[in-house]
């Protein structure tokens, strides 16, 4: 199998070395491995591969989880195999105290909340959370009326990413 895998990386040293490291491990031979830096904090980075079967695959996608490197897309002999959209989060309000553990929970029933960063100046006022939450193309419109739903709920203002 002919495997086409799309990631996002942060812009740290060692990072590509550990994304490639899992399809090695799992018996992927590296063909072609292309990244473009830009100015952002995520690199994309394209990696075409060989493997034997689809259960390789599935070790390999993985073991990129548990390194929380993002697979943003994957093509298996020139087929959609998957393709995941990213979606950055602004909520601000009494997001704390609103449970946020209930909010992460709701949301990942339909995607993965894969970062979250929480400004909270004081108890008493608002807080503000940046999530970052990844989810199938094809469960993107659930997701967005989760978090609709969520905010109305909670009483906090949401700020959508523009992608």
Do not use: Q, W
Request: charged share 30%.
């Amino acid at each position: 199998m002919k495997v086409n895998m799309r990631l996002e990386l942060k812009d740290v040293p060692g990072t590509l070395l550990r994304a490639l490291e899992p399809i090695s491990e799992h018996g992927g031979n590296i063909i072609s491995v292309l990244h473009l830096r830009g100015n952002g904090d995520l690199v994309p980075v394209e990696i075409i591969f060989r493997i034997a079967d689809e259960s390789m695959l599935n070790l390999i996608t993985g073991a990129l989880e548990e390194r929380n490197i993002h697979v943003s897309k994957i093509n298996v002999d020139g087929r959609r195999y998957y393709e995941k959209k990213t979606h950055r989060f602004i909520f601000i309000g009494h997001v704390i105290d609103t449970d946020i553990r209930d909010t992460i929970d709701r949301i990942n029933k339909i995607g993965v909340v894969s970062d979250l960063e929480v400004v909270m100046p004081d108890p008493d006022e608002k807080s503000s959370v940046l999530m970052v939450v990844d989810v199938d193309r094809e469960k993107n419109e659930k997701m967005m009326e989760v978090v609709d739903d969520v905010c109305g709920e909670k009483n906090l203002l949401l700020i959508k990413s523009l992608d």
